[in-house]
């Protein structure tokens, strides 16, 4: 019974996803149909091509738009688990002054929309010099303050015997945190990759109309975007849009889920 109730609820979970599959492969009559059908009855690479011919149209080239994406991507998530991690380790593991003030200070930060926060980010990208480049969009990305929390949370599990075990090896601080901590936590930051990865692939388009303006610093989201607001002859299109730009976050988190629950079932530890 069990195991319907799982697989129910599975199937209900995968259903959006299936239907944007489904909808990327229809020809533009049964796009249109209503009340529509949920998969496809004549699959077609219409759509596929027809954005093809769109995005070789513009003249930015379409590898452009999409190295822009990837380096803003991959540079604030590698930069954001880093930084988040090194903050992390001493407010877990290191007694000083001031540390459940600045931790507190890290709480009250989440409470805090994107939204409440982009007047104040603008203003430091342009005091920084960054506007109209990648930066304005990694550097915040980078200082986000949900990485920090989750590390730190995690951090605190680990025995304090293994570090003075590995201090007394005469391990220096930072290889106690690179060789000890770092292989132990991580569940921790293989998680994180999945949620900054995705919220940076996915954050092109309001990057694009606030911090960058350079049409050849533009993500591939944004270009998306401007080049499909056609009317309804380019829906078609869209649909296949939309599920190439689903297609990398879902193999980033296909290839990193595994990894998480294989070390969460073998890394358990205890004083």
């Known amino acids: 019974m069990l195991f319907l109730v799982l697989a129910a ?28 059908d949920f998969l496809v009855k004549h699959p077609t690479l219409t759509n596929f091509t027809d954005l093809y011919h769109l995005l070789s149209g513009s003249w930015v080239p379409f590898t452009r738009y999409l190295f822009n994406t990837f380096f803003i991507a991959i540079a604030g998530t590698a930069g954001h688990v880093l930084i988040a991690s090194m903050a992390a380790y001493p407010l877990a593991k290191r007694k000083f002054p001031g540390r459940a003030m600045l931790f507190s200070v890290v709480v009250l930060s989440l409470m805090f929309s994107a939204t409440v926060t982009q007047i104040t980010n603008y203003m430091t990208m342009s005091w920084l010099g ?39 090896d005469g391990c220096s601080e930072f290889r106690i945190f690179w060789n000890v901590v770092m292989p132990v936590v991580r569940p921790a930051w293989l998680t994180l990759i999945i949620f900054s990865f995705q919220g940076l692939w996915g954050a092109g388009g309001a990057a694009g109309s606030m911090y960058i303006y350079s049409e050849q610093l533009k993500t591939i989201d944004y270009a998306l975007g401007q080049i499909l607001a056609g009317g309804i002859i380019r829906t078609g299109p869209s649909m296949a849009a939309t599920l190439l730009l689903l297609t990398v976050p879902i193999l980033i988190f296909v290839l990193s889920q595994s990894s998480v629950i294989q070390t969460m079932s073998t890394s358990g530890m205890k004083d």
């Open 130 to 168: 960054f506007l109209d480049t990648h930066w304005a969009v990694i550097v915040p990305a980078i200082g986000s303050s949900l990485g920090l929390y989750l590390m730190k949370q995690f951090m605190e599990q680990i025995p304090d015997a293994l570090l003075e075990a590995a201090q007394i």
């Open 9 to 36: 609820v599975g199937y209900f979970m995968a259903m959006p996803l299936v239907f944007v599959i489904s909808n990327a492969f229809k020809p533009i009559n049964e796009i249109l149909k209503f009340p529509p």
